[in-house]
Structure formats: structure tokens, C-alpha cells
């Protein structure tokens, strides 16, 4: 069974950075699209940023311009590296992978969440 073991997380204050990274067991990471998503306390769970196989990359209105996502598929690794932090980044991350391709039919797994807190 794949697993995402996230790291990364903490606390920052306004304004500071944070890199996060994900690491796959997977054995078709190159072939998955991977993504981080947020769940803020009492909120919803919403896609911050994807990347597709092909690296190709998309981002929520919020983050865009201060949140890059990236992978080194031979690390089987995705990454957010996040600038400009505010507080309403303020979230637990997590991160999805989901099989594409002649994969699709597996199904998406999350990892177990890491904090951010943005707080001075």
C-alpha cells in the first residue's frame, strides 16, 4: 500500500517561509499527479497546488505568486515551498497522490497532514 509521509511544518510568522516535502512508497510516482491541500479548523479541505506527470503546475487564487509546487521523481518527492506566508495559510497540509494514465484506476491516497501555523 502507497504511503505519503509529509514534513515540513511549524510554526512561522507572517511573512517568513516554509518548504514542505512529501515523500512516496509508491512505485508509479512518476505516473501519479501529486498535490497539496489544506483543511483549516472548521473549514473544508481545498486544493492549494498541483503537479501532473508531465509537470505541469496549478494553483489556488490565494497562493499564486507566493507557493511554488515541485517533484524530483527519482527522490519520489513533491514539495511546496511557500513564501510570503499570512495567516490565513494558517492549515494542516496534505498531500495527495493520484494514479494517471493506464493507472487511473488505483485509487488516490493522502498522507496523515502536517501543521502550519502562521502567527507572530
Known amino acids: 500500500q502507497v504511503q505519503l509521509v509529509e514534513s515540513g511544518g511549524g510554526l512561522v510568522q507572517p511573512g517568513g517561509s516554509l518548504t514542505l516535502s512529501c515523500v512516496s512508497s509508491?512505485?508509479?510516482?512518476?505516473?501519479?499527479?501529486m498535490a497539496w491541500y489544506r483543511q483549516a479548523p472548521g473549514k473544508q479541505r481545498d486544493l492549494v497546488a498541483l503537479?501532473?506527470?508531465?509537470?505541469?503546475?496549478n494553483y489556488a487564487d490565494s497562493v499564486k505568486g507566493r507557493f511554488t509546487i515541485s517533484r524530483d521523481n527519482a527522490k519520489k518527492t513533491v514539495y511546496l515551498q511557500m513564501n510570503s506566508l499570512k495567516p490565513e495559510d494558517t492549515a494542516v497540509y496534505y498531500c495527495?497522490?493520484?494514479?494517471?494514465?493506464?493507472?487511473?484506476?488505483?485509487?488516490?491516497?493522502w498522507g496523515q497532514g502536517t501543521q502550519v501555523t502562521v502567527s507572530s
Open positions: 509508491g512505485t508509479i510516482f512518476s505516473s501519479s499527479a
Open positions: 495527495n497522490s493520484r494514479p494517471t494514465g493506464k493507472f487511473s484506476f488505483l485509487p488516490p491516497r
Open positions: 503537479i501532473t506527470s508531465e509537470m505541469n503546475t
